[in-house]
């Protein structure tokens, strides 16, 4: 129906992979890779449906965490730590590239 209003007017595809292995008895490292696809649907002309949405991309993301769990004054605390890549390529914008480096404390009672 060529009137017909679609409810979606994008498409996100995303495949990704996690793996972890550990190194020490109470320490794991843990790989990830995410691979994302955007695109808009278009009419028959090849015109975005809705040309307010961000232009069709596709985004890599690449993250390692290091983390350990130990006692600690009657606390388990749970130490993370690691460093996260993406790179998103535009269609009609440059590219664009970003780095997120973290570290996460957490500490509870053991059960």
Known sequence: VEGRDPKRRELTETLFLVTRFPV???TLIEL???ISRFEQFR???G???ER???PDSNSRVVAVQLSNTSPYLGYNLNV???L???KETFETLPSETTSTLFVTIYAGLGG
Do not use: A, N
Request: proline share 5%; hydrophobic share 30%; no cysteine.
């Open 52 to 54: 307010t949405l961000r």
């Open 84 to 86: 996260r890549l993406k």
């Open 32 to 34: 990830g890779l995410e």
């Open 47 to 49: 015109v975005p449906v």
């Open 43 to 45: 009419d028959k002309k």
């Open 80 to 82: 993370r730590t690691g």
């Open 24 to 26: 020490l008895r109470q």
